[in-house]
């Protein structure tokens, strides 16, 4: 299975406005339609013929930086759980044994350097047209109007004069998840048991926050489980998209 990455975005944009009130419109236009982080997720998954047969499960640990009974990983596995539940799939209940066990790794790469294009748009302030005018300065004895032509400026404007780019250093991390599920069967002389399915989501950003990213990584996971994606896809999830409160939101 090929290795997975993905870029994050937020929707709000930065720009170069050189007239205040062009930015103050900008800033409303924003509050406005709000801001939502888009991820863009690489999403490879292996699903045997009738995985999605096998409804109960086990989920085990396989993050060897996080201890079952913690709190970290405990959310993590809800996510899971709630993520398996939109598939039919359940929990086994005690002293029941599962049709398989879903093994769950998830964790954040090692800090990588790299090249990013910014793309900006630019406004310039425009000057006023220059004009004259006949304007009335007074009266002679007669009472009749004196007028005088004076040179007057119109306001400035603003206008969109295209876009500019220029290139920065950033450094990303690699958040992952991958969820593993097999037979629940013993080895069988030194073989493991047969893999059912597997699903690999990761997000490539700025942020380090697992657990920030985690609910997005499980609701790109959604639906994949139990198939096979016939090589690596890419999707763009919203924080605000329906199957991310969903794993949010817990059973």
């Not at 959310?75 to 598939?87: I, N």
């Not at 896809?233 to 605000?240: A, F, H, L, M």
């Amino acid at each position: 299975m090929k290795p997975a990455h993905s870029t994050e975005r937020t929707s709000c944009w930065p720009v170069n406005v050189v007239q205040p009130r062009a930015a103050a419109a900008l800033v409303a236009l924003v509050f406005l339609a709000g801001c939502a982080t888009t991820t863009e997720v690489k999403v490879d998954s292996l699903a045997k013929p009738n995985a999605e047969a096998s409804v109960s499960y086990e989920i085990r640990n396989r993050n060897p930086l996080v201890t079952e009974d913690s709190l970290r990983y405990k959310e993590a596995a809800g996510h899971v759980k709630t993520a398996l539940s939109g598939k039919g799939m359940y929990e086994a209940p005690p002293g029941v044994e599962p049709d398989m066990v879903v093994d769950l790794d998830y964790g954040v790469g090692p800090p990588v350097s790299k090249r990013e294009t910014i793309s900006e748009p630019v406004y310039i302030t425009i000057p006023g047209r220059i004009r004259t005018e006949r304007v009335q300065v007074g009266t002679d004895a007669q009472g009749r109007p004196v007028y005088q032509t004076i040179t007057v400026q119109d306001p400035p404007t603003t206008e969109f004069a295209g876009f500019r780019e220029y290139q920065i250093t950033v450094t990303v991390y690699e958040k992952y998840l991958r969820l593993s599920a097999r037979e629940n069967k013993p080895e069988v002389e030194g073989r493991p048991p047969n893999e059912i399915w597997t699903v690999d989501v990761t997000s490539e950003g700025e942020s380090r926050d697992i657990r920030k990213k985690l609910p997005v990584l499980v609701a790109a996971s959604i639906d994949f489980i139990g198939k096979d994606s016939q090589g690596q896809k890419t999707i763009r999830i919203k924080d605000t998209d329906p199957d991310v409160a969903f794993v949010k939101k817990g059973m």
